[in-house]
């Protein structure tokens, strides 16, 4: 089967998975005497399947449980700003950014069932984050717009003169997804955690060829054929193609890499109990169901089977690397400001 052309079987999996977990899902399960309402940080509904998510969990509690446009630098900085009167009562984010929320002591301590079985590299020891899914950079290409030129299949590919103003990223001093873009590229291309240099040389030249930035997400603009190429993480490729987009997702030769995400209950959230059971939800066989729905690969068991035959096969991301995640956190600053120095938009 075509990983670009997606088995139809994916809706009775799903269907299958949240029929059997809807009255085993713990505290998520039950009812809200009163609703109320859940408020999420960079929880877009057209990112991944959180769309579906959320509108899964006010099913099933009666909690409202609004979509926010955020990205994870824009979550960290509310999170900051609002510290004294906290807004949001969860949060998600990419890893880079998990220790500097819990340096900040913007994050409550709370671990869900389910999270004993998360590898325990990816969460903290306290529960003040656990990842809830991981995903992985590549390119999202919408060949239509392409004006003939092959779809690329390396980051090398991207410097060619045919994808001049083709190629687009997330800002990388802001959004997660942008950061992990410039670390897959850096280490594919020979860098290391405190070397940066073969990423940015990359990058610099990405920018000499016309490549743009966003500050939040973009699969809409490929679309539309606006940026043909988005450097992005898989599941969003998966998600556009199902939704009829005549595009294709590579994972580059020369590497790239696994970038979980993970969430937090927000330290004095205003809807404390509300955060707690979403949390509950997210870990629950349904939720994680829900994320699998979007490709995001659960961190409670596999992809199903019939939602893999769909994607790239495992070889392809066999070239994805996994890293220390606290370190890649700890270095994002100096990142930034080399980034802003030597390459800037």
Same mark, same amino acid.
């Given at each position: ?44 509904? /057209? ?26 630098? +824009? ?19 990419? #890893? ?62 991207? !410097? ?44 610099? $030249? ?9 500050? +939040? ?33 590579? #994972?580059?030769?020369?590497?790239? !890499?696994?970038?979980? @995400?993970?969430? *937090? !209950? ?26 699998? /729905? ?17 994607? !790239? ?7 994805? $690397?996994?890293?220390? @995640?606290?370190?890649? *956190? ?5 990142? #930034?400001?080399? @980034? ?6």
């Amino acid at each position: 089967m075509s990983p670009n052309r997606r088995s139809r079987t994916a809706a009775g999996v799903l269907a299958a998975l949240t029929a059997a977990s809807l009255t085993g899902c713990g505290a998520a399960g039950s009812t809200a005497p009163d609703g109320g309402i859940v408020i999420t940080y960079n929880t877009p509904a /057209e990112w991944g399947n959180y769309g579906a998510v959320l509108q899964a969990f006010t099913d099933a509690t009666g909690v409202r449980a609004p979509n926010d446009p955020k990205n994870s630098g +824009q979550t960290f900085a509310a999170l900051q700003a609002e510290k004294g009167s906290p807004v949001a009562d969860v949060a998600y984010v990419g #890893i880079a950014f998990a220790d500097q929320l819990v340096q900040a002591d913007v994050l409550e301590p709370y671990a869900p069932a389910g999270t004993e079985e998360v590898s325990a590299d990816l969460r903290a020891d306290d529960g003040a984050w656990t990842a809830v899914h991981t995903g992985t950079i590549a390119f999202i290409v919408n060949e239509a717009h392409l004006d003939g030129a092959p779809v690329p299949t390396s980051w090398a590919d991207l !410097l060619r003169p045919e994808y001049e103003g083709k190629v687009g990223y997330l800002d990388p001093t802001q959004a997660a997804v942008g950061y992990s873009a410039a670390t897959a590229a850096n280490l594919a291309l020979g860098g290391t955690l405190s070397d940066w240099g073969p990423g940015l040389d990359y990058l610099g $030249a990405l920018k000499a060829n016309g490549a743009s930035t966003s500050a +939040q997400t973009a699969t809409a603009k490929v679309a539309q054929g606006e940026i043909p190429i988005l450097i992005d993480t898989d599941f969003n490729g998966y998600r556009l193609r199902d939704e009829g987009s005549d595009v294709s997702v590579v #994972i580059p030769e020369e590497g790239s !890499l696994q970038v979980p @995400y993970v969430v *937090g !209950l927000v330290k004095g959230a205003p809807n404390e109990e509300n955060g707690r059971r979403l949390l509950d939800f997210y870990f629950s066989h349904e939720g994680q169901a829900l994320f699998a /729905e979007g490709y995001m690969r659960p961190v409670t068991g596999d992809l199903p089977e019939e939602l893999a035959d769909t994607t !790239l096969p495992q070889e392809d991301y066999e070239r994805a $690397a996994t890293i220390d @995640y606290v370190e890649q *956190g700890a270095q994002q600053q100096g990142f #930034i400001e080399l @980034y802003q120095s030597e390459v800037g938009f």
